[in-house]
């Protein structure tokens, strides 16, 4: 389950068992949509007999999206199941976000392409999802900060360059809930991947099993218990009023 600072819809799916969600995003939506439709085309020819269904804005119903996560076509054949600019509707991304583990657990693909994703919707998703990529425009504004850059770091125990992103973190408008909140994600990831042979025994997504595997070699198992129990006792105490959270995020950033 998703790490969360309070009970929200999106602390609510269910751990990662069988993800079929590959998420594509960002401002460069021509080459998100090619690759999107690569995908799907690379899927027919797998599977022939899968029948393809599409959700957008225009034609958006709760119901049927619950039908596509549920049922299969005849014969138990799966669908490919692709969903374009749905998040334009609030009510349709909150729906789609409280069904993110359904989602992950169903026998059928979905393939989804979004624009603007918030942070913490795409902490969410990256939860469940097989593959999450972001396509950003080359011209037009300076791209947005990207806060999992941080989790690298934190993974690496470089801890000169996780101060640095701690610090640019800050300066985009990053509040200490939030930066606590995805170096906590990664840490209990790490917990996870090490006491699992795979990623459905972790209980998280393969690439995100894969990278937690890969920094264990950076902590020893009694340290990550003692980060975990650091980073709940940090949390709780800068809500008491007893420590400033952004000050005590970096001090504990600088006993890496």
């Known amino acids: 389950m998703l790490i969360t600072q309070g009970g929200d819809l999106y602390s609510r799916f269910t ?18 949509r090619e690759k999107a439709n690569a995908l799907i085309t690379s899927l027919r020819k797998k599977k022939p007999d899968a029948e393809l ?4 804005p225009e034609n958006w119903n709760e119901a049927r999206l619950e039908e596509l996560i549920s049922s299969q076509g005849l014969f138990n054949h799966s669908y490919i ?11 349709a991304k909150e729906v789609f976000i409280d069904k993110l583990g359904e989602i992950g657990e169903s026998a059928n693909i979905f393939i989804a392409q ?5 942070k913490k919707t795409l902490v969410a998703i990256t939860e469940v999802a097989e593959k999450v990529q972001m396509f950003e425009s080359k011209t037009g504004k300076k791209p947005e900060f990207n806060i999992f850059s941080l989790t690298d770091a934190f993974g690496r125990r470089d801890k000169k360059n ?3 992103l701690f610090q640019k973190a800050v300066a985009n408008g990053a509040v200490p809930e939030e930066i606590h909140g995805i170096l906590f994600w990664q840490l209990k990831s790490m917990l996870l991947a090490s006491n699992a042979k795979t990623a459905s025994e972790a209980g998280i997504a393969p690439f995100v099993f894969t990278k937690a595997k890969s920094f264990l070699k950076n902590y020893s198992e009694k340290e990550l218990k003692k980060l975990s129990s650091t980073f709940v006792s940090l ?20 006993t890496l």
């Open 15 to 32: 751990p990662y068992k069988s993800a079929m969600l590959y998420f594509f995003y960002g401002t460069d939506k021509d080459t998100a």
């Open 53 to 56: 269904f599409r959700i957008e």
């Open 81 to 91: 199941v692709q969903i374009v600019s749905l998040f334009e509707l609030p009510e």
């Open 114 to 118: 979004e624009e603007k994703v918030d």
């Open 162 to 164: 996780l101060w640095v």
């Open 235 to 254: 949390y709780h105490d800068a809500h008491r009023g007893i420590h400033d959270f952004e000050v005590a995020l970096e001090r504990l950033i600088l």
